[in-house]
């Protein structure tokens, strides 16, 4: 006898919130600050799969640290941590707006996300190698990179470092260790790994620092820089985004509802974390964790770090269309600036005097900085490259293609 079925039905994961109606945060799992164990460096890597499950974080709404990832982490750290958050909110306030009047074709903001990359750069070695989606601006704010060099390459102008090659915020400066951002999502997060490999086989001892966003992780590079991570035990950091968005789709559709994004490095057999992405203190504390297994040839860590992304994906982006409007105000998380600047101000190393003293001068600075790079050129202004610049830089060895349009095009 055959048994009778209903007929057989797939689940398209919805998001928690849609425009008109407030999200409910519950999925976030949220636990309290200084509740989760840090375990041995040296840690098993399936050992960490509460780890994965949990959130790790250190300060709590009142802006008290808590528990064994609040040791440790020098308050000069901390200080030097906020001026880069503040710099890289000002600079993408900025640029947005420069945006806006033509002066650059395209700009994608951080808002929200300016803890991981600044409090990581800072945990890490100037000549580790990062490899950045285009939402970790605050490494190179960290990393001191001149103003000026990075607002060129957006306005293509004449001193643009890439010569126009790259779309505007997709940087390359070796010098900061800040890979060339590439726009084919996740092949940074293999190229990562390899580097990591090519550092051990050298016998150097500099790490490499992978960066991917939640969306992106659906990519199978991601799953090919896993299987080759943890089969080298390379030293690599894998860093997870999960600001809950890739463009309009929700977190869940790329595989974070019935698992965490923490969760799928575990099962490959890598030590993983879950963390607060917008705990300051936190996303130190596990990047200078993850940094020295790195070191210590114990291989590499992933970290989920749990953010939002507060503004739209880009300029070209209207999130209002997909997600309610007010959303980051409600985000359990926070906001990272805002949050650090009262654990600051709690143990006495910081005051809203210096907070809007510190902001003036990083608002001149980077006036100052968009001010120079604009006499180079902007998109406004309308100088074009000739045609025959595209030709050139990209092979060290033109190829007879190449050759042959140059030729048909006169140039
Ligand atoms: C291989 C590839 N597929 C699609 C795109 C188009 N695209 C650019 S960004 C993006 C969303 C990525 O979301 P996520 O990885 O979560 O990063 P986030 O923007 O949230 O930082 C998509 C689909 C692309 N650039 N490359
Ligand atoms: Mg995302």
């Not at 928690?16 to 409910?24: L, W």
């Amino acid at each position: 006898m055959t048994q009778a079925y209903e007929p057989l039905r797939l689940h398209v994961p919805e998001p928690s919130g849609r425009p008109g109606c407030k999200t409910d945060f519950s999925y976030l799992h949220l636990t309290d600050a200084g509740t989760v164990r840090k375990p041995q460096i040296d840690v098993e890597p399936a050992d960490t799969a509460d780890l994965a499950r949990g959130l790790i974080r250190v300060l709590d709404d009142q802006g008290n640290a808590h528990g064994p990832w609040a040791e440790n982490v020098p308050v000069a750290i901390l200080r030097k941590g906020m001026r880069a958050m503040l710099k890289t909110r000002i600079y993408d306030n900025r640029m947005v707006v420069a945006q806006r009047q033509k002066k650059m074709s395209f700009y994608m903001q951080s808002l929200g996300e300016e803890a991981i990359g600044s409090a990581q750069a800072l945990a890490l070695n100037i000549d580790d190698m990062c490899f950045p989606t285009y939402r970790q601006q605050s490494i190179l704010m960290a990393r001191d990179v001149p103003l000026v060099d990075l607002i060129c390459q957006l306005l293509s102008n004449e001193r643009d470092p890439l010569k126009g090659r790259q779309l505007p915020i997709m940087y390359s400066v070796k010098d900061a260790g800040f890979f060339t951002i590439s726009g084919n999502l996740a092949t940074q997060f293999i190229q990562a790994v390899g580097w990591g490999m090519a550092s051990a086989i050298k016998g150097d001892t500099k790490i490499a620092s992978a960066w991917i966003g939640d969306g992106a992780t659906a990519e199978s590079d991601f799953h090919t820089a896993l299987t080759f991570a943890h089969v080298y035990r390379a030293p690599v950091i894998l860093n997870v985004v999960n600001n809950q968005w890739a463009i309009s789709t929700f977190q869940a559709i790329a595989g974070g509802e019935a698992t965490t994004f923490a969760g799928r490095g575990v099962g490959c057999g890598i030590a993983s974390l879950r963390v607060d992405g917008n705990d300051f203190v936190a996303v130190y504390s596990a990047s200078a964790w993850a940094a020295e297994r790195a070191r210590r040839g114990l291989g590499p860590t992933m970290i989920e770090w749990v953010t939002y992304r507060a503004g739209p994906h880009s300029t070209s982006d209207d999130p209002s269309k997909y997600r309610p409007a007010d959303d980051w105000s409600h985000f359990p998380l926070g906001d990272p600036i805002a949050r650090l600047k009262q654990h600051l101000i709690k143990i006495g190393q910081w005051s809203e005097e210096e907070h809007a003293a510190v902001s003036a001068e990083l608002e001149a600075e980077v006036i100052a900085a968009q001010k120079e790079a604009e006499q180079y050129g902007t998109l406004a202004g309308g100088q074009i490259p000739s045609a025959a610049t595209m030709f050139e830089d990209v092979y060290k060895e033109m190829p007879e293609h190449l050759k042959r349009q140059r030729q048909e095009l006169g140039i």
